[in-house]
C-alpha cells in the first residue's frame, strides 16, 4: 500500500493550497479517507474525513468552513482543498487510509509520508 501526498507548500496567510493524495497497492473506493496534520512539538491532529463513497465528511473545528475534502474513486485520489489559510495551519499534511470513519488515528491502517504546508504571517 502507498498513499503519496503532495501540494504543500509555502503560502501567504489567506492564500489556497490544494494536497492531494494518490493510493495504490489497495482497493481505494472500499476506505474512508482522512487528512491529519502534526505541527512541530504537537500531536498529530484530525483535519478531516470523508467515507468511502464520499457522503459523508467531518471536520476538525479549527478548519469547518475553511477546508473542504474530496476524493476521485476513479482516479484513486484523496483531496484537500484549503482555503483562508492562517499561519496556524502550518503543519506536516498526513493522508490516510482505514475501514472505520472517524477522527482517531487509531482508526486508520494506512500513511502517507506527509507534505508540509507553511503559511506565511
Known amino acids: 500500500v502507498q498513499l503519496q501526498a503532495s501540494g504543500g507548500g509555502l503560502v501567504q496567510a489567506g492564500g489556497s493550497l490544494r494536497l492531494s493524495c494518490a493510493a495504490s497497492?489497495?482497493?481505494?473506493?472500499?476506505?474512508?479517507m482522512a487528512w491529519f496534520r502534526q505541527a512541530p512539538g504537537k500531536e498529530r491532529e484530525f483535519v478531516a474525513v470523508?467515507?468511502?463513497?464520499?457522503?459523508?465528511?467531518s471536520y476538525a473545528d479549527s478548519v469547518k468552513g475553511r477546508f473542504t475534502i474530496s476524493r476521485d474513486n476513479y482516479k484513486n485520489t484523496l483531496y484537500l482543498q484549503m482555503n483562508s489559510l492562517k499561519s496556524e495551519d502550518t503543519a506536516v499534511y498526513y493522508c490516510?487510509?482505514?475501514?472505520?470513519?472517524?477522527?482517531?488515528?487509531?482508526?486508520?491502517?494506512?500513511w502517507g509520508q506527509g507534505t508540509q504546508v507553511t503559511v506565511s504571517s
Open positions: 470523508i467515507s468511502w463513497g464520499g457522503r459523508s465528511t
Open positions: 497497492g489497495l482497493t481505494f473506493s472500499n476506505y474512508d
Open positions: 490516510a487510509a482505514g475501514r472505520r470513519f472517524g477522527r482517531s488515528t487509531e482508526n486508520y491502517d494506512h
